[in-house]
């Protein structure tokens, strides 16, 4: 300071060193080193009760619950209500197609199973086996082309009005048309509009699957797709159980991620109980359970009884949701039967002369099931009786053939079921049995064959994001094998169909970011 200057201000004084509890250090010295913060470096937790220290840190590495913020509230409320319109456009597209369409048409094959055994169900008969109620001994000769063929039998000699218990197809389907039966909505255009709803409410389950596995653009783009897709509003005019599988498909995929996002009880419960009405739906879908839950048993942050728990915990809720029907059905037939009486059948339409060297190759031929059997005395038994010796003939005939058996009925069998072996001949064929447009049927054939380049990019894009791919390669996986052992159908498709909808809605939805921003979008190894 120069002389004579005074100061104006006094000398800043530069603050002591803080301890832990806050109070400076005036200077004194206690012979020990100070304490740290908590996070300062070479500090760490303060000493005192382990149980406290490990509290703490349970405290500061337990992530916080997700912050609703309202930009979230808002992403919410625009997908909501973008998803309300493309189930909205569904339901008008279902609904046209069933009133200029296929109003007026006779239902057949399976269509007119469900419409009939749903109408039975709600006049108070149970399940019962619609054919032989409504044709008597006639029902043989339905679906031959000469019936003179047919020869006279105690099952040909049954009157109109026998009433017999079924297990032809799981139930879910005929309860659910049943109960708008039991409202008054019995005829044919009445099933077909509740196909129509259920197909349009599959769509919206499309679109939370497509949510749940990769963000809102992905859901909305798979409702998208799965609205418009000929290959899935199809069946909900002819009132074939397709309808309900699209919505259970995607529930599954939806509670199937949760599980494995998450494997607590809640997921376990949901898990088992989707996976139990699927198979109330469509019985092969019970196979498709254990392996969407198989990637909790690779969880490493959960111990090996943990993980065994949790995976047979999904079984035993499924069993739990099956137990109802399969009480009854065990109550009911002379021979066990679980979910259905069909499969016998099936084995000996589709093992055959016609279906190993006829132009139904892959196929099948309901004259391969003539005569229905009878008992020892010729006396007509019950249909899970019937279906033992259906089953009996079916294999048979295969390991009479098991060269054409390999060779030619398994591979054109998988080749129908992924439109690769002889696709018109199967649309036309599809016309026969279950009374289908062919115009329509092309255009869904078009639409599949453009999802499955799609498909196989969107699983790539998942598999090098670490999407575990189970979950959803199962339900093809499935489909496959259950088309290998029996035939290959386009409606058997429909769940195959829905996992390529949503994985190709992933992959439009990767194109979409990599158009808008190509320099930072991620690319498919």
Same mark, same amino acid.
């Given at each position: 300071?120069?002389?004579? =200057?005074?100061?104006?201000?006094?000398?800043?004084? *530069?603050? =002591?060193?803080? +301890?832990?509890?806050?109070?400076?250090?005036?200077?004194?010295?206690?012979?020990?080193?100070?304490?740290?913060?908590?996070?300062?470096?070479?500090?760490?937790?303060?000493?005192?009760?382990?149980?406290?220290?490990?509290?703490?840190?349970?405290?500061? %590495?337990?992530?916080?619950?997700?912050?609703?913020?309202?930009?979230?509230?808002?992403? @919410?409320?625009?997908?909501?209500?973008?998803?309300?319109?493309?189930?909205?456009?569904?339901?008008?597209?279902? !609904?046209?197609?069933?009133?200029?369409?296929?109003?007026?048409?006779?239902?057949?094959? @399976?269509?007119?199973?469900? +419409?009939?055994?749903?109408?039975?169900?709600?006049?108070?008969?149970?399940?019962?086996?619609?054919?032989?109620?409504?044709?008597?001994?006639? *029902?043989?000769?339905?679906?031959? @082309?000469?019936?003179?063929?047919?020869?006279?039998?105690?099952?040909?000699?049954?009157?109109?009005?026998?009433?017999?218990? %079924?297990?032809?197809?799981?139930?879910? $389907?005929?309860?659910?048309?049943?109960?708008?039966?039991?409202?008054?909505? %019995?005829?044919?255009?009445?099933?077909?509009?509740?196909?129509?709803?259920?197909?349009?409410?599959?769509?919206?389950?499309?679109?939370?699957?497509?949510?749940?596995?990769?963000?809102?653009?992905?859901?909305?783009?798979?409702?998208?797709?799965?609205?418009?897709?000929?290959?899935? $509003?199809?069946?909900?005019?002819?009132?074939?159980?397709?309808?309900?599988?699209?919505?259970?498909?995607?529930?599954?995929?939806?509670?199937?991620?949760?599980?494995?996002?998450?494997?607590?009880?809640?997921?376990?419960?949901?898990?088992?109980?989707?996976?139990?009405?699927?198979?109330?739906?469509?019985?092969?879908?019970?196979?498709?359970?254990?392996?969407?839950?198989?990637? !909790?048993?690779? =969880?490493?942050?959960?111990?090996?009884?943990?993980?065994?728990?949790?995976?047979?915990?999904?079984?035993?809720?499924?069993?739990?949701?099956?137990?109802?029907?399969?009480?009854?059905?065990?109550?009911?037939?002379?021979?066990?039967?679980?979910?259905?009486?069909?499969?016998?059948?099936?084995?000996?339409?589709?093992?055959?002369?016609?279906?190993?060297?006829?132009?139904?190759?892959?196929? $099948?031929?309901?004259?391969?099931?003539?005569?229905?059997?009878?008992?020892?005395?010729?006396?007509?038994?019950?249909?899970?009786?019937?279906?033992?010796?259906?089953?009996?003939?079916?294999?048979?005939?295969?390991?009479?053939?098991?060269?054409?058996?390999?060779?030619?009925?398994?591979?054109? =069998?998988?080749?129908?079921?992924?439109?690769?072996?002889?696709?018109?001949?199967?649309?036309?064929?599809?016309?026969?049995?279950?009374?289908?447009?062919?115009?329509?049927?092309?255009?869904?054939?078009?639409?599949?064959?453009?999802?499955?380049?799609?498909?196989?990019?969107?699983?790539? $894009?998942?598999?090098?994001?670490?999407?575990?791919?189970?979950?959803?390669?199962?339900?093809?996986?499935?489909?496959?094998?259950?088309?290998?052992?029996?035939?290959?159908?386009?409606?058997?498709?429909?769940?195959? @169909?829905?996992?390529?909808?949503?994985?190709?809605?992933?992959?439009?939805?990767?194109?979409?970011?990599?158009?808008?921003?190509?320099?930072?979008?991620?690319?498919?190894?």
């Amino acid at each position: 300071r120069p002389p004579g =200057r005074t100061q104006r201000h006094a000398p800043v004084q *530069q603050p =002591r060193p803080l +301890h832990v509890d806050g109070h400076a250090d005036c200077g004194k010295r206690t012979g020990r080193r100070p304490r740290r913060m908590a996070g300062q470096r070479g500090g760490g937790l303060p000493r005192g009760d382990p149980a406290l220290r490990r509290r703490k840190l349970t405290m500061s %590495t337990t992530p916080s619950p997700p912050v609703i913020t309202p930009k979230a509230t808002r992403a @919410d409320a625009r997908f909501g209500r973008w998803l309300a319109l493309l189930v909205a456009a569904a339901l008008v597209l279902r !609904v046209a197609y069933v009133l200029v369409v296929e109003r007026g048409d006779p239902l057949s094959g @399976d269509g007119a199973y469900y +419409h009939e055994a749903a109408n039975l169900l709600a006049d108070g008969l149970g399940f019962t086996e619609p054919y032989r109620y409504l044709h008597g001994g006639g *029902q043989e000769l339905l679906f031959v @082309d000469d019936p003179s063929a047919v020869l006279p039998t105690a099952n040909t000699a049954l009157p109109v009005g026998h009433v017999e218990p %079924t297990a032809g197809h799981p139930p879910l $389907w005929v309860l659910v048309l049943g109960l708008f039966s039991a409202l008054g909505l %019995t005829g044919a255009t009445a099933h077909q509009l509740v196909g129509a709803f259920v197909g349009a409410a599959g769509v919206a389950a499309v679109g939370w699957a497509g949510r749940s596995l990769d963000g809102p653009r992905t859901g909305l783009l798979a409702a998208g797709l799965a609205a418009f897709h000929a290959c899935l $509003w199809l069946n909900d005019g002819l009132v074939m159980s397709e309808s309900l599988v699209v919505g259970c498909v995607a529930l599954l995929v939806i509670v199937g991620f949760r599980f494995h996002r998450s494997p607590d009880i809640r997921s376990v419960l949901l898990l088992g109980a989707v996976g139990g009405l699927c198979a109330l739906t469509r019985a092969e879908l019970l196979l498709v359970l254990p392996l969407v839950a198989l990637p !909790v048993l690779r =969880r490493a942050d959960l111990a090996p009884v943990t993980r065994l728990a949790r995976y047979v915990g999904v079984g035993l809720v499924a069993i739990a949701v099956l137990t109802p029907w399969l009480v009854r059905n065990l109550a009911t037939f002379e021979e066990p039967v679980l979910l259905t009486n069909g499969v016998g059948i099936l084995v000996a339409q589709t093992n055959c002369d016609a279906t190993y060297y006829g132009e139904k190759q892959g196929y $099948w031929e309901f004259d391969c099931g003539l005569p229905q059997p009878l008992g020892p005395n010729g006396n007509p038994i019950d249909e899970s009786q019937r279906d033992v010796i259906y089953r009996e003939r079916g294999l048979q005939y295969a390991s009479d053939h098991p060269g054409r058996l390999l060779t030619h009925a398994i591979p054109r =069998r998988v080749g129908r079921f992924w439109g690769l072996y002889a696709p018109i001949e199967q649309l036309r064929a599809d016309i026969l049995v279950e009374g289908r447009n062919f115009r329509i049927s092309v255009l869904g054939l078009l639409q599949f064959y453009a999802s499955v380049p799609l498909a196989v990019a969107g699983a790539l $894009w998942l598999r090098r994001r670490g999407t575990p791919l189970v979950p959803l390669l199962a339900v093809p996986l499935i489909g496959t094998l259950v088309a290998a052992l029996t035939l290959g159908a386009t409606r058997y498709r429909v769940p195959t @169909d829905v996992v390529m909808v949503l994985l190709a809605a992933v992959a439009l939805a990767r194109l979409r970011v990599l158009r808008a921003a190509p320099e930072h979008a991620p690319t498919l190894r």
